[in-house]
């Protein structure tokens, strides 16, 4: 069975400013990572992957998250946020023998304040 | 290329009602998971079907039924709708590997 745990419920930063919203898995068999991202009333966006090769991935808009297998840890940082980044952000795992079910932690609010 | 569609948006029903919901898969998509997301919390994985078999469920009672069809579009049936059940349900889409792409979900209330 896997877990997914979000350590903050939300996250307060400065516009401009630099986040790093944390995500810890525990899973006894090898997984894949997803971050998502959901804004008010919608449904979730994928925002990035990693699924093999480099440990760390990238998004379009500027988010990237490293995968550390030995710390179990997928965390998600932008070096500056915008007012538009402010939304509800989900970590998520499947694993790789049965990719049927994404096991999703509790998510983090990213509040951005001008 | 449409995505992933749902529908109703919105559904009001009362405890003891039965509903509906409708999911669409995005083009080349043969695989459609359901899950549940109670307000404040993350989704849940209701069950997943693929070739108009239930292949996977989580843990959620007999209530929560499900059906695919030849064209893999997939419905989500709940029968004795507690208010517990009020929740955004979210249809996701995939074909051979792990990403899913998710709709626009269905708001239910239960009064």
């Known amino acids: 069975a896997q877990s997914v745990t979000q350590l903050d419920s939300q996250v307060p930063v400065f516009e401009e400013a630099p986040v790093e919203l944390r995500c810890n898995y525990s899973?006894?068999?090898?997984?894949?990572l997803f971050w998502y991202v959901q804004y008010p009333n919608q449904g979730l966006q994928l925002l990035l992957k990693y699924l093999s090769g480099s440990t760390l991935v990238e998004s379009i808009n500027g988010f990237e998250a490293e995968f550390n297998k030995s710390q179990t840890s997928f965390h998600l940082r932008k070096p500056s946020v915008h007012i538009s980044d402010t939304a509800e952000y989900f970590c998520a795992v499947i694993s790789m023998d049965s990719s049927y079910k994404l096991i999703f932690g509790s998510g983090t609010r990213l509040l951005v304040r001008p | 290329d449409a995505g992933v569609t749902q529908s109703p948006t919105h559904l009001i029903k009362t405890r003891g009602q039965q509903v509906t919901l409708r999911c669409s898969p995005k083009?080349?998509?043969?695989?459609v998971s359901w899950y549940q997301q109670a307000l404040g919390q993350g989704p849940q994985f209701i069950f997943q079907?693929?070739?108009?078999?239930?292949?996977q469920r989580g843990n959620f009672p007999d209530r929560f039924s499900g059906h695919q069809f030849p064209n893999y579009s997939s419905e989500l049936n709940v029968n004795a709708l507690l208010l517990g059940d009020s929740a955004l349900y979210l249809c996701a889409s995939s074909s051979a590997g792990p990403q899913q792409f998710f709709g626009p979900g269905t708001r239910l209330t239960v009064l």
């Open positions: 899973s006894s068999v090898s997984v894949y």
């Open positions: 083009s080349g998509h043969d695989t």
């Open positions: 079907y693929y070739e108009e078999e239930e292949r």
